[in-house]
């Protein structure tokens, strides 16, 4: 590159007309952005099978995903397909496109949740139940609460096993086993969440995996050998 080439992009009238060119492009995205998230709405809507698959090869596209991550247009709409996609891969029954009958029903619900997980977190035992009520009543399911708690909690740790307790307080047993899952994920080998499974397996009758449990312990305690104790009894 010359001198002169390098004078031309040291240039105000160089800066200028690359802001000009930045501006444009904004200006265009922005305009993408608000007619793609109008069709994603309706797609939403509509939430039948032809539309379910159309969202999920739309949040399945790497650019689109680049480009609109991020943008707070679409928050809401990426924890949706988040969740369904999880609850996808689990085989789950009931998805969170069930509990709504169009975008704007499902948006109040997750911010529903949203303030419902902010009590559970950060206020007494007051609102448990109300918390459970709801997540039970509505048919939200086991992986979306985990991915709720994900997204919207501080100390997800602490909340997940919160919630672990109250479902196992509920003899919800599917939902305590992913809330313990989700523990030992954040914290691997941790005895207190691990014997709590393994138990809860053995009370299923699904000793082999109850094991697994118990073997993947730190640091075992006399507490875990009684308890290898009754798997061979």
């Not at 492009?25 to 998230?37: A, F, V």
């Not at 990426?78 to 969740?83: A, G, R, T």
């Not at 206020?123 to 994900?150: C, H, M, P, W």
Request: proline fraction near 1%; include cysteine.
């Amino acid at each position: 590159m010359d001198l002169e080439r390098y004078r031309e992009l040291g240039s105000e009238e160089y800066a200028l007309s690359q802001e000009e060119v930045e501006n444009e492009k904004h200006i265009r995205y922005d305009k993408l952005w608000e007619e793609q998230i109008v069709r994603i709405q309706h797609l939403f809507d509509a939430n039948d099978e032809a539309a379910r698959q159309g969202l999920l090869t739309i949040f399945q596209d790497e650019e689109f995903v680049s480009l609109c991550r991020f943008n707070q247009l679409y928050v809401t709409a990426f924890l949706l397909m988040e969740i369904y996609q999880e609850e996808l891969n689990h085989q789950e029954p009931r998805t969170i496109l069930d509990c709504g009958a169009g975008y704007a029903e499902l948006d109040d619900l997750i911010t529903d949740l949203k303030y419902l997980l902010l009590r559970i977190e950060f206020t007494g035992t007051e609102n448990d139940e109300l918390f459970l009520d709801y997540i039970l009543n509505r048919g939200i399911s086991k992986y979306a609460v985990a991915k709720l708690v994900q997204y919207m909690s501080l100390d997800t740790y602490a909340v997940y096993r919160k919630l672990a307790s109250l479902f196992l307080n509920r003899e919800k047993i599917a939902y305590t086993l992913v809330m313990l899952t989700a523990c030992d994920e954040q914290k691997p080998g941790l005895e207190e969440n691990l014997i709590l499974m393994a138990q809860i397996y053995m009370m299923v009758g699904k000793k082999e995996i109850a094991k697994q449990c118990l073997d993947k312990i730190n640091n075992p305690s006399k507490e875990v050998d009684i308890v290898y104790a009754q798997l061979t009894s």
